[in-house]
């Protein structure tokens, strides 16, 4: 499969900018995301019997900041075609801040409640946008995400905890209004592409009805000029260009892959974001 140029022209800019969001976008051959499909199921696979006995928002330690210590997922999330694409709604500096799996298995009933990240992350400015990456096919059927385009550019909206406990976010977090599903958009990814969302956009997602698994990972993507609003600076990677303003404190890639637990940066990685965006007692 031939891959095309993956910067956005200015009119898909100006769309992303009006929508808040911009699909599909590919980054890999549809061999290279089968072949990464099958290292991540590998992975899920060697962690099941521990998830298995924790609530789908607790398992978040083994599918969040994996970039940290499995070089094959820094590889993806500092991909140059996708870099490309972020470059075009970010600028030349760009920033790994972190990274989520999101994998749902046939007849799994999790989902994700419609929700603004920019509410709970505590970044400002917003020069954040998310690029969701599919290794396998994402569908309405197995649960792709869903945005409602223009809704990155109204105010806050009223967001409660729920913890329901098939909701992956953290605390089951959802928009406490209406939302107009009428005006909801599926971005059905196949494998190997990806899409890219603002930070403030509403989105959400369903649970897997089929019999296909839906793999995939979102990497959230910052412009040095933003900062953290918590007790710490949160560890991040510099993927292009340079960081002028400090904000963040610049780790070191992974060398090698490691087993969960062996990297002390990934280990220091989840707990500053954990103290900087989860509630204190």
């Not at 600028?91 to 994998?103: A, D, K, M, R, Y």
Request: proline share 7%; charged share 25%.
């Amino acid at each position: 499969m031939q891959i095309q140029p993956t910067g956005l022209t200015l009119q898909q800019q100006a769309a992303y900018r009006n929508r808040g969001y911009h699909s599909p976008v590919r980054a890999l051959a549809a061999h290279e995301a089968a072949g990464l499909c099958g290292t991540f199921l590998d992975y899920y696979e060697r962690q099941r019997d521990d998830m298995e006995k924790l609530l789908p928002r607790d398992r978040r330690a083994f599918l969040c900041e994996t970039h940290f210590f499995l070089r094959w997922v820094y590889q993806m999330a500092s991909h140059p075609r996708v870099l490309d694409a972020v470059e075009c709604v970010l600028g030349p500096n760009i920033l790994v801040w972190s990274s989520q799996w999101f994998p749902k298995f046939p007849g799994d009933k999790l989902f994700v409640s419609w929700h603004q990240d920019a509410t709970y992350w505590g970044l400002h400015p917003l020069n954040i946008t998310t690029a969701w990456m599919a290794l396998s096919e994402s569908t309405p059927q197995n649960g792709c995400m869903r945005v409602v385009p223009g809704t990155h550019k109204t105010p806050q909206l009223p967001q409660r905890d729920t913890y329901d406990p098939d909701n992956v976010l953290s605390r089951g977090q959802e928009i406490a209004v209406d939302v107009d599903e009428a005006q909801a958009v599926d971005l059905a990814l196949r494998p190997g592409e990806f899409s890219l969302h603002h930070v403030a956009i509403v989105h959400g997602s369903g649970p897997n009805i089929s019999d296909v698994p839906r793999i995939g990972i979102a990497v959230r993507y910052v412009s040095p000029d933003v900062a953290q609003k918590g007790r710490e600076r949160d560890l991040v990677f510099l993927v292009r260009g340079k960081d002028e303003w400090g904000h963040f404190e610049i780790a070191d890639p992974p060398e090698r892959d490691m087993e969960i637990g062996e990297s002390k940066v990934h280990a220091e990685a989840a707990a500053r974001k954990s103290r900087n965006l989860l509630p204190q007692n």
